[in-house]
Nanobody
């Protein structure tokens, strides 16, 4: 069974870069036709899809976040990483990594537990 776990700082200052890592166990991120996605939920709002990195290393980002988002991977550690630059308090959210791709939560086969990130000085 594939499991995902997010890690990273819980507090980031405005204008800095948010960096989170998702560690995957139970399956390699390079096998199968799979997608490894970052999703967030701001307080009081719905889920927001941010982007993914595919099993082959191809990336795709939400148009609204594309200019500030980068997703990369370390295949030797079976991890993929989110970087979000120039953060503001509006980037405060619970951040999730997930396996799969789609427009509905049901499209994702596995989720991390989520990690709270607060942007504040």
């Amino acid at each position: 069974q594939v499991q995902l776990q997010e890690s990273g700082p819980g507090l980031v200052k405005p204008s800095q870069t948010l960096s989170l890592t998702c560690t995957v166990s139970g399956g390699a991120i390079t096998t199968n036709v799979d997608y490894w996605t970052w999703i967030r939920r701001p307080p009081g709002k719905g889920l927001e899809w941010m982007g993914f990195i595919s099993y082959s290393g191809r990336t795709y980002y939400s148009p609204s976040l594309k200019s500030r988002t980068s997703i990369s991977r370390d295949t030797s550690k079976n991890q993929f990483t989110l970087q979000l630059s120039s953060v503001t308090p509006e980037d405060t959210a619970v951040y999730y990594c997930a396996r799969g791709s789609g427009s509905s939560p049901a499209d994702f086969r596995s989720w991390g537990q989520g990690t709270q990130v607060t942007v504040s000085s």
